[in-house]
């Protein structure tokens, strides 16, 4: 019964409520943190959901109409008709102009999304069974990020989804993101953004966000990889522009990329 009730709490109460995370009996998405999730969400709630009940209803009214009107008690002489044009016209004009409605607000959503602007910050993501390898070209940055055990989550660590080495992103910024995989292929996808985008061997896709607000925000692979699928969780932690600049002073000590120390280490032999 206390199942049921969050079910439908979770139906009538607002959005708001959901964290940047996944949380017990969410039926919704999470809390947008990006102007391209918020559009998601705007298309989906106002326009999708909309055709979708009123879909439903019309086509459970036909059900139980036919069922009530064509009875055999009722019609115990049936009908041997088999084409009605109307009907055939409608049946296929109404499903056509339904999917454009459907279709132009989702292209310009799909090319906005497509169309990468100016990035203040660019990162390199490439997946590995089972976790994520991270670059900041720009930075002479590398590490990787692997989910923390259950046994060594911390207070307020999410599990499944907290990581040893988060990715660091500035607000209000520009931050374009290429994925590659090494192995198979997996998927980077961070749902508060609104980004997903597969990860495939030999090849380089790039996406982009700006996120809205400073927080910890969480994703997961989201293409079937292999037995550790569900182990390589995502985390983008925001920060003010101070808070970055402090962490990536430290980064490019803690994560320098060891082709560019041994680089240093020839020349001073020399």
């Known amino acids: 019964m206390k199942k049921i009730f969050y079910i439908f709490l979770g139906i009538f109460t607002s959005q708001n409520a959901f964290a940047n995370q996944p949380v017990d009996w969410q039926l919704g998405?999470?809390?947008?943190?990006?102007?391209?999730?918020?559009?998601?969400?705007?298309f989906h709630d106002k326009l999708l959901l909309p055709i979708i009940i009123a879909i439903s209803v019309f086509?459970?009214?036909?059900?139980?109409?036919?069922?009530?009107r064509f009875r055999a008690s009722a019609?115990?002489?049936?009908?041997?008709?088999?084409?009605?044009?109307t009907v055939e016209v409608l049946w296929t004009l109404i499903p056509c102009l339904i999917l454009i409605v459907m279709a132009v607000p989702?292209?310009?959503?799909?090319?906005?999304?497509?169309?990468?602007?100016?990035?203040d910050l660019t990162i390199k993501a490439i997946g590995y069974q089972w976790y994520w390898g991270y670059e900041y070209?720009?930075?002479?940055?590398?590490?990787?990020?692997?989910?923390?055990?259950?046994?060594?989550?911390?207070a307020n660590q999410p599990r499944l989804l907290a990581v040893d080495n988060e990715v660091v992103v500035p607000v209000d910024k520009v931050v374009k993101v290429l994925i590659t995989a090494n192995d198979v292929l997996h998927a980077w996808a961070l749902p508060s953004f609104g980004v997903k985008r597969d990860a495939v061997p030999g090849r380089i896709n790039e996406t982009w966000f700006k996120a809205e607000k400073v927080g910890t925000y969480y994703g997961q692979c989201s293409e079937l990889c292999g037995i550790k699928h569900a182990f390589m969780p995502i985390t983008v932690r925001v920060v003010s522009d101070e808070e970055y600049e402090e962490w990536l002073s430290e980064a490019k000590v803690k994560f320098a990329k060891e082709e560019i120390e041994n680089d240093k280490l020839k020349l001073a032999s020399k």
Do not use: G, W
């Open 137 to 154: 070209p720009d930075e002479n940055i590398i590490f990787d990020s692997y989910m923390i055990e259950e046994k060594d989550l911390k």
């Open 106 to 119: 989702s292209f310009k959503i799909l090319y906005k999304q497509d169309t990468i602007p100016k990035a």
């Open 29 to 42: 998405f999470q809390k947008a943190a990006s102007e391209s999730m918020r559009e998601i969400v705007a």
């Open 75 to 85: 019609n115990p002489n049936p009908s041997k008709r088999t084409h009605n044009v």
């Open 59 to 68: 086509v459970l009214f036909l059900m139980l109409y036919a069922c009530v």
